[in-house]
């Protein structure tokens, strides 16, 4: 059932265009994907809540884009170029590689439904493998020229603390946002984007002071859990996962783990660590930069702590489809229908004339042309209305709009809600602000 799921999924993204395997003329490149025409909206909007919600409406955050290739010093000093490594074993027999730490979880891939050693197969002794990608920085490829694809975003945002605090008026707590690409290079991928090998982040980190960082750990657990219930997410579907004390990473206090119900399961989609004074201590000491903050009430001098939410744009963007599958029947027929939170949506409305003569298409044009500046709107006059209301319920879009002999008459058009399948007529002034309402 659950496979069956993810393939119907799968095969939805790829026919409606929302994601496509990477390089697929070429046979495609294991574990990168592209997002399409559609899927580009989606991850757009999904970002662009995401910033809106951490960095515009607050007072306490500020945004930075970090460079990818960072000074190779970055990740001695972070700790990943010695210890970001995952364990692997690979199978004597067949050659398939796993992570050693994930076998109960893995299957052979000759003998299903056997673990991976259960099979004929002999495994080897687990080695540990850095997941850091390394490239070159000029034209002479020796050890001096190795630089990584960064594996998070989170180090850019450690190394620029000093400026930011420099350049703007913040003061802990505060924190600094970023949204970018990271790379790691997984031993095994698995579940269409859930994880690959080249992700985008979303990342905050949350400067306090010593004394304050419980308070704040609580406080960004339960406001990310929010976020995603405020865009859809059902309570069953969503849980918070504390780590126990032989899970935590050497630098963490605490660490919650958002987990998401997807169809293979439980996973995490999001991780809310407090890192403490780790990255801070560590970089002030190696770069002999001065990294505290200075108090002016207390007259002290501290390194903050740092309360961390860091989510994967791709898991969330899986979970919200995921979420939003769902298949019903409608006038007799297996309707599929993806119930996107509007504000998640590609497209906000479909624009449809109800026939192409009577000059009802130039009308459906000019309300197209007019929202277009401010909402994605996708115009549609092929085939029957029931048909053009099909595709956009495949796609996601919230709403769609007919106009009819009687938009030339009053300026009125009738508006069809994707999930009640009412419908009501609107004015088509009004149509601006009736998006704007729903999708805020
Ligand atoms: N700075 C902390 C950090 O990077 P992480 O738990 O390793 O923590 C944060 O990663 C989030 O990034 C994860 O919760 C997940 O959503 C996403 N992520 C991590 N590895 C991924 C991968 N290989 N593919 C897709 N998303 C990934």
């Known amino acids: 059932m659950a496979s069956e799921i993810m393939e119907k999924l799968v095969a939805l993204c790829k026919r409606r265009g929302f994601i496509f395997q990477s390089s697929e003329i070429y046979g495609g490149l294991k574990s990168c994907w592209d997002f399409g025409p559609l899927g580009v909206e989606l991850k757009r909007n999904v970002k662009e809540a995401w910033w809106k919600s951490m960095v515009r409406s607050r007072r306490d955050v500020v945004g930075i884009d970090c460079s990818i290739l960072m000074h190779p010093q970055?990740?001695?000093?972070?700790?990943?170029?010695?210890?970001?490594?995952?364990?692997?074993?690979?199978?004597?027999?067949?050659?398939?590689?796993?992570?050693?730490?994930?076998?109960?979880?893995?299957?052979?891939?000759?003998?299903?439904?056997?673990?991976?050693?259960?099979?004929?197969?002999?495994?080897?002794?687990?080695?540990?493998?850095?997941?850091?990608?390394?490239?070159?920085?000029?034209?002479v490829e020796d050890s001096g020229a190795a630089v990584y694809l960064r594996p998070e975003t989170a180090q850019g945002i450690f190394v620029n603390f000093k400026n930011v605090c420099d350049t703007t008026r913040v003061k802990p707590p505060f924190g600094i946002a970023q949204q970018g690409k990271s790379f790691?290079?997984?031993?095994?991928?698995?579940?269409?984007?859930?994880?690959?090998?080249?992700?985008?982040?979303?990342?905050?980190e949350y400067f306090v002071p010593p004394a304050e960082a419980d308070t704040w750990y609580a406080y960004w657990r339960?406001?990310?859990?929010?976020?995603?219930?405020?865009?859809?997410?059902?309570?069953?579907h969503l849980r918070l996962r504390d780590h126990a004390e032989d899970e935590l990473a050497h630098y963490s206090k605490a660490c919650a783990d958002l987990e998401y119900l997807y169809p293979f399961g439980w996973k995490e989609l999001e991780g809310v660590a407090n890192r403490t004074d780790f990255d801070l201590k560590r970089h002030s000491e190696a770069s002999g930069r001065d990294l505290t903050w200075f108090d002016e009430e207390s007259k002290s001098r501290y390194i903050p702590w740092v309360i961390e939410p860091a989510v994967g744009v791709d898991r969330a963007c899986l979970a919200f489809l995921c979420e939003a599958y769902h298949e019903d029947v409608v006038e007799g027929e297996?309707?599929?229908?993806?119930?996107?939170?509007?504000k998640l949506a590609p497209y906000k409305l479909g624009i449809f004339p109800l026939v192409k003569k009577d000059g009802l298409r130039e009308l459906a044009l000019e309300i197209e042309d007019s929202l277009k500046a401010d909402f994605t709107v996708y115009?549609?006059?092929g085939g029957a209305i029931g048909?053009?209301?099909?595709?956009?319920?495949?796609?996601?879009t919230p709403f769609c709009a007919t106009i009819d002999h009687q938009t030339k008459e009053d300026g009125t058009v009738t508006i069809r809600d994707r999930d009640t399948l009412a419908q009501h007529r609107v004015h088509r002034s009004a149509l601006a602000d009736f998006l704007r309402e729903k999708t805020r």
């Open 387 to 396: 048909r053009r209301y099909r595709r956009q319920d495949e796609i996601g």
């Open 74 to 139: 970055v990740w001695i000093t972070s700790g990943h170029v010695a210890g970001f490594n995952d364990p692997m074993v690979d199978c004597k027999l067949c050659k398939a590689r796993f992570r050693a730490d994930k076998l109960p979880e893995s299957e052979c891939p000759k003998e299903k439904g056997k673990r991976p050693g259960e099979c004929k197969g002999e495994l080897t002794e687990p080695r540990q493998f850095n997941l850091m990608f390394k490239t070159f920085m000029g034209p």
């Open 379 to 381: 115009y549609d006059e």
């Open 334 to 342: 297996t309707r599929v229908v993806l119930k996107l939170h509007p």
């Open 184 to 204: 790691r290079n997984e031993i095994v991928t698995e579940n269409f984007i859930f994880r690959s090998r080249e992700f985008e982040q979303m990342e905050m």
């Open 222 to 236: 339960q406001f990310r859990y929010d976020w995603f219930i405020g865009l859809g997410i059902s309570t069953e």
